[in-house]
């Protein structure tokens, strides 16, 4: 059977999506689903790559049991080829993502859609970044991203 496999997209890939990439896998874990599925993040810029996420994303997820062992990377054009769905955390991801879906010569593209198009409790149109604020918007994100991942793996398992 093949594996759903699922890329969660953000602009440096230190937070937000890397947090998302961990959240799902570990509901998978918990449902016991993780081998129908292939998970990752990556970045619309190429700022990050190779980092670990943020230190205080990664404390955040802690406290959560949520562990973030991701390195950051950048989304490229083979990524439409080889994922099925691609989740972006906000509009400006999404255009992004439309963007070098476009400049791509692939037939075969992967769905790209908003997290938040998922969401069932909070009103936020978009995942905020957390990087120029304080520890609480960490917090805060992880909340708004239990929420819609949550309800994206509802969507499609």
């Known amino acids: 059977m093949k594996k759903i496999s699922v890329l969660f997209v953000c602009l440096g890939n230190i937070c937000r999506s890397p947090a998302a990439e961990a959240i799902f896998i570990s509901l998978l874990e918990k449902k016991a689903l993780t081998d129908r599925f292939t998970v990752d993040s990556a970045g619309t ?74 969401r069932s ?15 609480e918007g960490f917090d805060y994100v992880l909340d708004i991203l239990e929420d819609s991942v949550g309800g994206f793996l509802k969507s499609i398992s």
């Open 121 to 135: 409790v909070f009103n936020e149109q978009e995942v905020p970044d957390p990087y120029f604020g304080g520890n």
């Open 45 to 118: 810029g190429s700022w990050h790559i190779g980092k670990k996420a943020d230190s205080r994303m990664r404390i955040a997820a802690e406290r959560r049991d949520i562990n973030i062992l991701s390195r950051a990377r950048q989304i490229t054009s083979n990524d439409f080829d080889v994922f099925d769905y691609i989740i972006a955390m906000d509009n400006s991801n999404f255009r992004n993502i439309l963007d070098l879906k476009n400049r791509t010569s692939s037939s075969n593209f992967a769905s790209i859609q908003k997290i938040q198009n998922f």
